[in-house]
């Protein structure tokens, strides 16, 4: 299998198993912020450790010889920072700003990605993506205008905006990592952005409220765990390996299906209806998103026939042998009409 189509198929299922995530989030509202982030990272490490186990065959010296290879220490370091921080900040969102709002700026995440990718690892962006850059900035800034005027949660919604920067700034680490180490293994930032992540909502909890609660209520936990053992797990996993094997705008456009979905699950279960602003604001970013990858598949069509041509008539010369003069010259021209 080419390693493009299994990049794809990985960030579709990593996107698919991560859209239940807001639901499960928005159903803990008797338990606080930072007690339900502490809980469900201190649980996403026991998992991702038995992956990254399983992955090296149970070596435990193969493992540890793996995290002290200096040309990829500080890949592990950086990845680990920006995985664990924007999940805290995206969990934090969810709370304070709700899934409509949290979803809607994630949603830009491709177009961050697109001028990360440009400016960091040098990775050309087309025309048309920067067409779908101005029209989902547009979109985004149409719903932080409303809850300038609306007098909203803020934090909640500069938080949302953290986030995305976070998770597209991981996307394009993880792809600078196959490029330039293509043996890197980035799954191992997860255990490390998990114990980041629980200490980051344990230092937040302590210094928001001075008796902070680790306890969790009762009717809470089964969420909790279903989020730190099962959904963070397989969906963190399932990106950080797809992300490595695509563009950086390419697997940020796949986890745009969490916006999609994500809300849906909430208003079925809990009611939680978006706002007109967020719904025209989101649609705009949808729409952009759609065009922009319809456009992208039909250029990528364009170049693979034009790929095939070329290497169909290179073919062909090798097979005739020798040409003459006229021939050569006729095979010239050919060549540049493809």
């Given at each position: 299998m080419h390693s493009h189509t299994k990049g794809l198929l990985i960030m579709v299922a990593g996107s698919l198993s991560t859209t239940p995530d807001t639901l499960t989030i928005r159903l803990t509202d008797g338990t606080e912020a930072y007690t339900l982030m502490f809980w469900r990272y201190m649980l996403f490490f026991l998992?991702?450790?038995?992956?990254?186990?399983?992955?090296?065959e149970f070596d435990v010296k193969r493992l540890a010889k793996e995290y002290l290879k200096r040309d990829q220490l500080w890949l592990i370091a950086i990845g680990s920072i920006l995985i664990g921080s924007g999940d805290v900040l995206f969990t934090l969102a969810v709370k304070e700003a709700g899934v409509a709002i949290t979803l809607c700026f994630l949603s830009a995440s491709p177009f961050v990605s697109a001028i990360l990718s440009r400016m960091i690892i040098g990775e050309k962006a087309p025309c048309h993506t920067w067409a779908a850059v101005f029209f989902g900035f547009g979109g985004i800034m149409f719903v932080f205008a409303d809850q300038i005027t609306s007098g909203a949660n803020m934090i909640g919604t500069v938080t949302a905006m953290s986030s995305t920067f976070l998770f597209s700034l991981s996307f394009v680490i993880n792809r600078f990592a196959q490029i330039s180490f293509p043996e890197t293994e980035m799954l191992l930032c997860l255990p490390w952005s998990s114990l980041l992540a629980a200490m980051i909502a344990m230092i937040m909890g302590y210094q928001s409220e001075e008796n902070f609660p680790l306890s969790v209520a009762s009717d809470d936990w089964k969420w909790v765990i279903l989020q730190g053992l099962v959904i963070l797990p397989i969906s963190f996993s399932l990106i950080t390996v797809g992300s490595q094997l695509l563009p950086s705008p390419e697997a940020a456009l796949i986890?745009?299906?969490?916006t999609l979905m994500g809300p849906l699950w909430v208003w079925l279960a809990v009611g939680e209806s978006p706002t007109k602003s967020t719904l025209i604001g989101g649609g705009i970013l949808v729409s952009t998103v759609l065009c922009h990858s319809l456009v992208q598949m039909?250029?990528?069509?364009?170049?693979?026939s034009e790929t095939r041509m070329s290497e169909g008539i290179i073919m062909l010369d090798h097979v005739k042998g020798p040409q003459t003069p006229g021939e050569h010259l006729s095979t010239m021209n050919a060549h540049a009409t493809v």
């Open positions: 998992p991702v450790v038995f992956i990254l186990l399983t992955r090296f986890t745009l299906m969490e039909i250029v990528d069509r364009a170049n693979g």
